[in-house]
Nanobody
Framework: QVQLVESGGGLVQAGGSLRLSCAAS????????MGWHRQAPGKQRELVAA???????NYADFVKGRFTISRDNAKNTVYLQMNSLKPEDTAVYYC?????????WGQGTQVTVSS
């Protein structure tokens, strides 16, 4: 059974930083591309960043230069370092495979950025 557990969210002021973590189990983590997604209230879920099994990264235009995705295969964990946060970054953040699998979604972690 695949389990992805996100953590690291919280309340931060605009311009601040957070580091999200996603611990994976039930998969051969090192073989999988992974992604971070987010869903703001009233909006569709959207891809924020992705990282291939080999470590190549890809970012949505709205986070380029501010967010960094990384992975530690020894810990079966993918990270999202978020800097220069904006109020519009407020959302629930989820990790999943890339492309995402329907039955891999976890609970997510709430990120709230105050102005």
């Amino acid at each position: 059974q695949v389990q992805l557990v996100e953590s690291g969210g919280g309340l931060v002021q605009a311009g601040g930083s957070l580091r999200l973590s996603c611990a994976a189990s039930g998969i051969i983590f090192s073989f999988n591309a992974m992604g971070w997604h987010r869903q703001a209230p009233g909006k569709q879920r959207e891809l924020v960043a992705a990282i291939t099994a080999g470590g190549r990264t890809n970012y949505a235009d709205f986070v380029k230069g501010r967010f960094t995705i990384s992975r530690d295969n020894a810990k079966n964990t993918v990270y999202l370092q978020m800097n220069s946060l904006k109020p519009e970054d407020t959302a629930v953040y989820y990790c999943n495979g890339d492309p995402p699998r329907r039955d891999w979604w976890g609970q997510g972690t709430q990120v709230t950025v105050s102005s």
